[in-house]
């Protein structure tokens, strides 16, 4: 008998409404089509799509048609096509992805590279005719907050880290450690480092994880940490993608500040700039976050900073005049809550009176901890405004050690340099110790090192001293003088077009950076844009 739902068809009705469901079957089995399957198969997205990877089901789905978008970054100086884009919905993605191209073995010449926020300067996140994965895909997924002794958040490697900060300020929390620029993805920084004024004290974002889910170079997903899987753990934090892919991370926070007294000062001798730099960083109940500038033949500049702060001597700083000069800007954070405002300003008052700068170009702000840090965010937009976001970015970021910074600076500052660059020079010390040597990251032997970077921007139609040709010139000289003169310098954001050079970059790290490659990414598959490795070449 029937069912009473069936039986209101009719027989006729109902033996045309069988032959309709096998036909669905069996061009469901056909074609893979959706209805058979809540994860379709690539090829009834794009047509375009490799023929080796059509036979993919995926929650997301990969796309040929913004391969373009895929091979810009930040730089805006490499540009390699990609075969495809893949937009995960789900981490199964990632791993299908990568273990289907490993298991095609070398036959196959797919690389695969993640793509974050696309902040990577010469191209490191671009696959020539490979996959790349927009880890931004993967935004949304819910933060899992911890609010114990140690507290921490759970989340997505392609979140950004303003929505982090936004998120974990509804706890009350924050993130120890930042990047001066928010809106980055938390992969992205984790593959390199992560450093700000604040990494003196708290070490770089690197310093800051408890725990990684991550997609080997194998397919695998694994989740590591101190404990666990530790060699992939440490492998990654700063790997610059090469062992594997960062799905998810766990952050250590602390309990945040609502407000900040932001400072800024000048002085015109480096070896009292650098003096008192050290001495802060060297300090445990000082300031919270210390950075620096360089200022080259740069006229107003006091001007220039009345927008955002009050000068502790109006007057004073009026007459002063900083034309054809070279100058160090000495900038520092004190962190506070309301409840504290006056004892935060004794505090300051006393730790200010140790420092040498030049006293009337002491100027002060206090800010919201949020607007603090989301700080560049507001120059990024004003700069958008002027079409001027978009440009070739040639950065040089370098790690100096601290005996040969007044070598550097000397040559640098006082030869290489002439003017002020179109960007600013940062310029501030961090202390080794808050650095675990575990990691792929590599630092300068000493103590104590500086950041130094030189984020220039060039003008595409120009041919002067902003233009593209001029600033890596530039970036050349400065590389050749730290070779020559031995300085032991190693360039953060690394980039070397030859694996003897990253060989030489690694040191006595290069043996275990082989082994760990060898390890979770045997065929080479993943960040070919690093140009350490190529796929189907032996490893030496």
């Given amino acids: 008998m029937l069912p009473p ?64 978008a895929a091979a810009k970054d930040f730089g805006n100086m490499h540009h390699h096509l990609p075969s495809a884009v893949l937009h995960p919905k789900s981490v199964s993605d990632i791993s299908s992805t990568i273990k289907h191209i490993f298991e095609m073995g070398t036959e196959s010449e797919l690389t695969v590279a993640a793509k974050g926020h696309g902040h990577s300067l010469q191209g490191q996140a671009q696959a020539c005719r490979g996959i790349v994965i927009n880890m931004e895909s993967l935004q949304g997924a819910e933060m899992h907050f911890y609010n114990g002794e140690q507290p921490y958040v759970d989340v997505s490697a392609g979140e950004l880290w303003i929505n982090i900060l936004h998120e974990s300020l509804k706890h009350g929390l924050a993130p120890k450690s930042w990047t001066d620029y928010l809106h980055l993805t938390v992969g992205g920084t984790l ?56 799905t998810r991370a766990r952050i250590s926070l602390e309990p945040a500040p609502r407000m900040v007294k932001w400072i800024r000062m000048l ?18 109940d000082a300031f919270d976050y210390v950075e620096g500038f360089v200022i080259i033949n740069r006229t107003g500049i006091l001007n220039n900073w009345r927008s955002s702060f009050n000068p ?10 900083s034309d054809g000069k070279t100058l160090f800007c000495l900038e ?19 730790l200010l009176s140790k420092l040498s700068y030049i006293r009337s170009t002491l100027f002060l702000s206090d800010v919201s901890y949020i607007d603090f840090l989301d700080r560049v965010h507001i120059s990024e937009l004003k700069l958008r405004e002027k079409g001027l976001w978009e440009v070739p970015h040639p950065w040089l970021n370098l790690l100096v050690p601290k005996s040969r910074i007044q070598d550097f600076a000397e040559v640098v500052f006082g030869n290489v340099l002439t003017d002020s660059i179109n960007g600013p020079i940062l310029i501030y010390p961090v202390n080794k110790t808050k650095w675990n040597d575990r990691t792929s990251m590599v630092t300068p032997e000493e103590d104590v090192f500086y950041l130094v970077a030189f984020l220039s921007s060039a003008m595409p139609s120009s041919t002067g001293t902003d233009s593209l040709a001029h600033m890596l010139t530039q970036n050349q000289r400065i590389l050749e003088f730290c070779r020559t003169a031995a300085l032991g310098v190693k360039q953060y954001l690394p980039y070397y077009s030859s694996q003897e050079a990253w060989q030489t970059h690694f040191g006595p790290q290069w043996s275990a950076f082989i082994q760990r490659k060898s390890t979770y990414d045997p ?18």
């Fill in 191 to 246: 593959s390199n480092a992560g450093i700000s004024g604040q990494t003196f004290r708290h070490g770089p974002q690197i310093n800051n994880v408890y725990q990684l889910e991550v997609v080997t170079g194998k397919g695998e997903v694994v989740s590591c940490s101190d404990t666990q899987n530790a060699d992939l753990f440490y492998a990654v934090l700063g790997g610059l993608g090469q062992f594997g892919i960062i």
């Fill in 312 to 321: 502790n001597s109006p007057l004073q700083a009026s007459k002063f005049k």
């Fill in 5 to 68: 739902t069936y039986s209101k068809l009719g027989k006729d009705n109902l033996i045309v409404f069988l032959r309709f469901l096998i036909a669905m079957f069996f061009s469901c089995i056909i074609n893979g089509n959706n209805l058979c399957s809540n994860q379709p198969f690539v090829s009834s997205t794009d047509s375009n799509i490799p023929l080796s990877l059509r036979a993919l089901r995926l929650d997301g789905y990969l796309s040929s048609g913004n391969t373009e």
């Fill in 267 to 284: 002085y015109s001798d480096f070896s009292i700039f650098t003096k008192d730099q050290e001495y802060l960083i060297s300090s445990e």
């Fill in 332 to 350: 520092i954070a004190k962190y506070f809550n309301l409840d504290d405002t006056d004892t935060v300003k004794q505090k300051v008052d006393v």
């Fill in 523 to 540: 065929l080479a598959i993943l960040a070919p844009g690093q140009q350490i490795f190529q796929k189907g070449i032996a490893f030496s």
